[in-house]
């Protein structure tokens, strides 16, 4: 009878230590198809296949930026149909109530360099070309062919920069948008800045033939107003310009018949060379060394410009 008390007595004790050691997991045994603990809990199963198929998640499906969003909404916009066919089988608009917000966003990503290797593709491009004929509002417009300028200026293939400005009517329409800004007039909201305009000018200006269309649809008269802006960065863009324009020879002539209130080009540029604006000097001196057919002495003075902003 003792000796059955003291065993009971053990056995108590035993299962008292045992459910009192903390709940750890001991090492996996395989049973089947299930991992378990030695002491017979089912472990967590890990799926494999949900791992691989992370891993495999084509790169469309990652998390997307937002100029590679917008530019894939403006794809999306104008691709829709101009007509659809309503109810009782008329035609009418579709709706791109949306674009003009879109398109400005997209020519505002445009001129971040570093944005470029995302925005440089042939669907982006594509369909930049094709806004000015989706749309009649004259901003949207001249947006779109802007951020063209700007993901195509330095293409190898200068012929792709003239192709383009020749489908979109871009410089007429930048000039256009320009003639309505010329000094002493300034923007006011929700129009386009003078800087932006007469950089995207400089953009298309990289082809000879580009060069000459500016000259010709009234660039001649328009662009030398804007050296007499009030604002630094206008004038020195005015002045690369027309620096710019000048190494085409057919474009001298006639920048040198162009006046402003009166006051020829030439004694304008001179007038510049005594600007504060160390950039503005060099391009006015260089614009008139061009102008005077001193080709030579214009690049030279280029050269050394873009040395020293480097």
Not at 60 to 77: D, P
Not at 189 to 195: M, P, S
Not at 219 to 238: C, N, R
Request: aromatic residues 2%.
């Amino acid at each position: 009878m003792l000796r059955t008390l003291r065993k009971k007595k053990t056995q108590e004790k035993e299962n008292h230590r045992s459910d009192s050691r903390p709940n750890q997991t001991g090492p996996l045994e395989i049973h089947g198809s299930a991992a378990k603990t030695k002491e017979g809990k089912v472990a967590p199963k890990i799926s494999h296949d949900a791992v691989a198929a992370k891993q495999d998640r084509p790169a469309s499906a990652q998390r997307k930026t937002r100029c590679q969003e917008i530019t894939e909404k403006m794809t999306c916009l104008v691709a829709m149909d101009i007509t659809t066919d309503s109810v009782d089988g008329e035609k009418e608009l579709a709706p791109k109530e949306e674009l003009p917000d879109v398109v400005s966003e997209v020519f505002k990503m445009s001129k971040v360099e570093k944005n470029h290797k995302v925005m440089k593709t042939d669907s982006t491009i594509n369909t930049l070309q094709q806004v000015p004929h989706v749309t009649d509002d004259e901003l949207t417009k001249t947006r779109a062919v802007m951020a063209l300028s700007y993901l195509l200026t330095d293409n190898d293939d200068v012929k792709v920069i003239t192709q383009a400005a020749e489908k979109t009517k871009a410089i007429p329409q930048i000039l256009h948008q320009l003639l309505g800004l010329m000094p002493p007039s300034r923007p006011t909201k929700g129009e386009l800045a003078e800087n932006d305009l007469l950089q995207s000018l400089m953009n298309y200006a990289v082809s000879e033939e580009n060069k000459k269309v500016i000259c010709e649809e009234g660039g001649k008269d328009i662009i030398p107003a804007f050296l007499k802006s009030e604002q630094t960065e206008v004038q020195f863009l005015a002045t690369d310009l027309i620096w710019n324009l000048a190494f085409l020879e057919s474009n001298r002539s006639l920048l040198l018949q162009a006046k402003v209130d009166d006051v020829d080009i030439v004694t304008i540029l001179y007038e510049l060379m005594q600007s504060p604006d160390e950039r503005i000097r060099k391009n006015a001196e260089g614009a008139l060394f061009v102008l005077r057919n001193d080709k030579t002495k214009g690049e030279e003075i280029g050269r050394a410009s873009c040395r020293e902003r480097v």
